[in-house]
């Protein structure tokens, strides 16, 4: 069974740093892309990051370049993104994504989605 579970949401001031985890189980990992995307409210879902299970290859949206960071703990099958100056603009419901084949068949995975909210 595929998991994806989120932890590391919060209450942070403008200018503080969060760090976003995802813990993935029942499939592998390392022949995965992983990603994280948000969702403001009255929003569409957007991509943030996404980076392959070995860690090889990263992607970002422009808005969050410079700022958050992405990464992978192959050992603990987990994902990462480091959230650095945080602006208002970034509150949103953060979601874990995988992608990965299984049984020939492209597989598509949500996890719950963390709340992440900037304000003073």
């Known amino acids: 069974q595929v998991q994806l579970v989120e932890s590391g949401g919060g209450l942070v001031q403008p200018g503080g740093s969060l760090r976003l985890s995802c813990a993935a189980s029942?499939?592998?990992?390392?022949?995965?892309?992983m990603s994280w995307y948000r969702q403001a409210p009255g929003s569409e879902r957007e991509l943030v990051a996404g980076?392959?299970?070995?860690?090889?290859?990263?992607d970002y949206a422009d808005s969050v370049k410079g700022r958050f960071t992405i990464s992978v703990d192959n050992a603990k099958n987990t994902a990462f993104l480091q959230m650095n100056d945080l602006k208002p603009e970034d509150t949103a419901v953060y979601f874990c994504?995988?992608?990965?084949?299984?049984?020939?068949?492209?597989?598509?995975?949500w996890g719950q989605g963390t709340q992440v909210t900037v304000s003073s």
């Open positions: 994504n995988a992608v990965f084949m299984m049984d020939y068949r492209h597989k598509n995975y």
């Open positions: 029942g499939f592998t990992f390392i022949n995965s892309w």
């Open positions: 980076i392959t299970g070995g860690g090889g290859s990263l």
